[in-house]
Nanobody, 123 residues
Framework: QVQLVESGGGLVQAGGSLRLSCAASGRTFSSYAMGWFRQAPGKEREFVASINLSAGSTYYAHSVKGRFSISRDNAKNTVYLQMNSLKPEDTAVYYC????????????????WGQGTQVTVSS
C-alpha cells in the first residue's frame, strides 16, 4: 500500500504560479512511477504529467507543456508539480497517483491515489 497526500493548492490570479507537493508513505516510493491528474467541475479526470522511477523521463499533456514541470525527490518520498503561467482553465482538483507503469497517461494504469488539492485560477 502507498498513501499519498497532496498539498500546495489554493487561489491564484491568472499568470501566477503554484507548486503542488505529494508526499508518499508506505511501500518504497522509488519503486513507483508518479503522475498528476486533474478534474474540473463537470469534466472527466484528465492526465497532466508523469515521471518515471528515476526522474530521468517526464511526459506532459499538450495543454500544460512548457508551463508545468513535474519532479520528484526519492529521498523525501515526494513528487512535485510546478505550475507557471496559470490560466483560468487550469482550475481543477489536482490528484497525484502512483503506478508501476512508467510515464503512464491513463488513470487506470495507476494503483494509488491521493485525495486531491483544489487549484483555482482567477481571471
Amino acid at each position: 500500500q502507498v498513501q499519498l497526500v497532496e498539498s500546495g493548492g489554493g487561489l491564484v490570479q491568472a499568470g501566477g504560479s503554484l507548486r503542488l507537493s505529494c508526499a508518499a508513505s508506505g511501500r518504497t516510493f522509488s519503486s513507483y512511477a508518479m503522475g498528476w491528474f486533474r478534474q474540473a467541475p463537470g469534466k472527466e479526470r484528465e492526465f497532466v504529467a508523469s515521471i518515471n522511477l528515476s526522474a530521468g523521463s517526464t511526459y506532459y499533456a499538450h495543454s500544460v507543456k512548457g508551463r508545468f514541470s513535474i519532479s520528484r525527490d526519492n529521498a523525501k518520498n515526494t513528487v512535485y508539480l510546478q505550475m507557471n503561467s496559470l490560466k483560468p482553465e487550469d482550475t481543477a482538483v489536482y490528484y497525484c497517483a502512483a503506478g508501476e507503469n512508467g510515464l503512464a497517461i491513463r488513470d487506470l494504469e495507476y494503483d494509488y491515489w491521493g485525495q486531491g488539492t483544489q487549484v483555482t485560477v482567477s481571471s
